[in-house]
């Protein structure tokens, strides 16, 4: 199978994921399945059909897909198509109570026949746990266990033979054996004295050189037609479909070759595998080392001016959000406002603790009432509504991730070996060192915010003492001239002063 196949399969049946979520999710009363038994098996039954082939071509895309980051798209949608074919099953063996469902009518409306719905095992069910089964056999078999399927031979206990009764069998199958071979050297011996008797009796007559070449043609001419005939009743045969072809050789058979090729790939996607998990590793380190200070100085510079900015804007540094509040993520990417409600619930669940103690007994009353006053209706909407799933939202991720990277990737169509994307590990991993770098960027700048705090605090203690000197100067020299003034007073205490002043 070809990458372009594994892709056109992939598509197909992500086409009809969408189709079958458009389906089960519509609201559209004019399309709503009846309440009757025979509707609700005929609408479920259809659908599991439909996932069942889904499922079939998804597992063959998979197992042939080398792209390792495809894989990962594709075993998301996998997995979300098996958990929804269980939840059908389930839904049908509530509605007929029964294990087991006759699918006749729906595969006469769909034209298939009963080997287009067998499920078989997942293929990577074993591939993928390979090394596991190969150690749990290992260990078996030095623990000495046998198989399921092994038959143990059952030896019944008999007496052992005597002397003359073993000394008789054996000279009675020496006996059968000569009486064999002596009838066989007869019969021989009398064949030849036949034909010798038949020669004797009537000679050949002899052939002229023209009569042997005749005879000879004539037998060469018959065997040939035999030959022919019987080529053309087995192909007639064939054809009309009385006997099975003849298998090709090993060498030319297509199955083998197909088998062969599935096989090839299986160990690329191994290969591939190994590389792509390398380059997780590699690509992040150099991204560190060659990113890494420039994200640190840039995060650092966007800090810096978000503390002035707050400081010309209120007259103070701001406080920087702690680790578990997000840090600096937080004020230069904040969550969408229901993120931030949830968030800050907790927070006003403590602090107005108090408060709601009083109104507690209030607040279970009216639950309570309410909860009686529902009864009676959650007995009639039990019933799960035919478009709730809980693999829905799985399928709509996989298609989106689908259609959003893969569908219409060029840079995919050029990948014709379809090893990694190193340009999406790179958007990736980017994203991933600065977080990292982040935490780091953050506890340098709290620090440096507690030292510009402590700087501040220190300027204005110090600007309130000289503050303070001033005013008791003043207040010294404008007095009568008692008081000696001290510093700037002095010479204000002088002039304002009765003259007492020194």
């Given amino acids: 199978m070809s990458h372009r196949m594994c892709n056109d399969l992939w598509e197909r049946a992500d086409r009809e994921i969408k189709d079958l979520i458009d389906i089960e999710s519509s609201k559209d009363p004019s399309t709503a399945v009846p309440k009757d038994h025979d509707s609700q098996f005929h609408h479920l039954a259809m659908l599991y059909v439909k996932y069942v082939q ?38 049908l063996v509530d509605l007929e109570a029964s294990d087991y469902q006759y699918l006749d009518e729906v595969l006469s409306d769909l034209k298939l026949t009963p080997e287009d719905i067998e499920i078989p095992i997942p293929k990577f069910f074993r591939l993928d746990h390979m090394a596991a089964m190969a150690e749990r056999e290992q260990m078996l078999d030095a623990l000495g266990a046998r198989r399921t399927g092994d038959r143990l031979i059952e030896v019944t206990d008999q007496p052992p033979l005597t002397r003359e009764e073993a000394i008789r069998m054996l000279q009675a199958h020496e006996r059968a054996r000569q009486g064999r071979l002596r009838a066989c050297v007869m019969s021989d011996i009398r064949t030849r004295e036949l034909l010798k008797r038949l020669r004797q009796e009537n000679p050949p007559p002899a052939l002229s050189k023209p009569h042997a070449v005749v005879t000879i043609q004539r037998y060469a001419r018959g065997y040939l037609t035999r030959k022919r005939l019987t080529k053309h009743r087995a192909e007639e045969d064939c054809f009309i479909g009385m006997e099975m072809p ?68 209120t007259g103070q540094f701001p406080e920087l959000p702690s680790e578990e509040e997000g840090g600096s993520r937080r004020v230069f990417n904040p969550p969408p406002e229901g993120e931030k409600e949830e968030e800050d619930k907790p927070k006003s669940g403590k602090k107005s603790a108090k408060g709601k103690k009083d109104g507690k007994e209030k607040g279970d ?94 300027e204005k203690s110090t600007k309130g003492k000289k503050g303070k000197g001033k005013g008791k100067g003043k207040g010294k020299g404008k007095g009568k001239g008692k008081k000696k003034g001290k510093g700037k007073g002095k010479g204000k205490g002088k002039g304002k002063g009765k003259g007492k002043g020194k």
């Fill in 54 to 91: 889904i499922f079939r071509k998804l597992d063959t895309s998979y197992d042939q897909m080398v792209h390792p980051q495809k894989r990962r798209v594709l075993k998301l949608m996998l997995d979300g198509v098996m958990g929804r074919m269980l939840e059908l099953k389930h839904a």
């Fill in 246 to 313: 003849p298998l090709p050789s090993r060498k030319n058979d297509p199955l083998i070759k197909a088998e062969k090729a599935a096989e090839r790939r299986r160990v690329l996607q191994g290969q591939y595998e190994q590389q792509y998990q390398a380059a997780l590793v590699n690509i992040k380190k150099k991204i560190r080392d060659v990113e890494g200070p420039d994200m640190k100085e840039r995060m650092a510079d966007q800090i810096r001016e978000w503390f002035l900015t707050c400081r010309e804007q």
């Fill in 365 to 458: 009353k009216k639950k309570k009432e309410k909860k009686e006053k529902k009864k009676g209706g959650d007995d009639e909407d039990q019933a799960e509504e035919p478009g709730d799933s809980a693999f829905h939202p799985m399928l709509l991720k996989g298609s989106e991730q689908f259609h959003g990277v893969w569908c219409d990737n060029e840079a995919d169509k050029q990948n014709s070996f379809q090893k990694h994307d190193a340009e999406m590990i790179k958007t990736l991993k980017r994203t991933e060192v600065e977080d990292e770098l982040r935490l780091q960027v953050d506890e340098l700048m709290r620090q440096e915010l507690k030292n510009l705090k402590a700087v501040v605090s220190k």
